[in-house]
């Protein structure tokens, strides 16, 4: 069946980890956050490495090591988070991207260009702080 609307693995690994590290009061290593949303060791290190780079958590290494919030949930919004890892949400006018339409309007409306808004306004909305 086909899907209208998919999130990546990365994309669900850092929202999904980064809420995980924001309702606990301790560091969170890379295995930990793994087991607790069924993704892979290295795709969730990758996905981490990124997010450190973007200054949204801060890692250390070795036994005692994991990552924590360099932000305060209230300041984290899940479209960042999203776009760090997907790039910006484009809105689309054309879904078949065609210059030039055949017809006096678009079959499918504007329906490519609603989906694209909405979903940004709502990632853009919630807050990790939401979600604790």
């Not at 606990?24 to 956050?33: E, G, S, W, Y």
């Not at 997010?51 to 924590?68: C, D, I, T």
């Amino acid at each position: 069946m086909s899907k209208i609307i998919t999130l990546s693995e990365a994309a669900s690994i850092a929202l999904h980890g980064m809420v995980l590290i924001a309702k606990t009061d301790h560091k969170l290593n890379v295995n930990q956050i793994s087991e607790q949303i069924n993704s892979s060791r290295h795709h969730v290190a990758k996905v981490f490495q990124r997010l450190a780079k973007e200054n949204f958590v801060s890692s250390n290494r070795g036994p005692s090591g994991g990552f924590v919030l360099k932000k305060e949930p209230s300041e984290i919004t899940l479209l960042e988070l999203y776009e760090v890892i997907e790039g910006p949400v484009e809105v689309q006018g054309c879904p078949g991207e065609k210059k030039d339409c055949p017809f006096n309007q678009c079959i499918m409306g504007d329906v490519a260009e609603v989906l694209a808004c909405r979903f940004r306004d709502f990632l853009g909305q919630q807050k990790l702080s939401d979600y604790l």
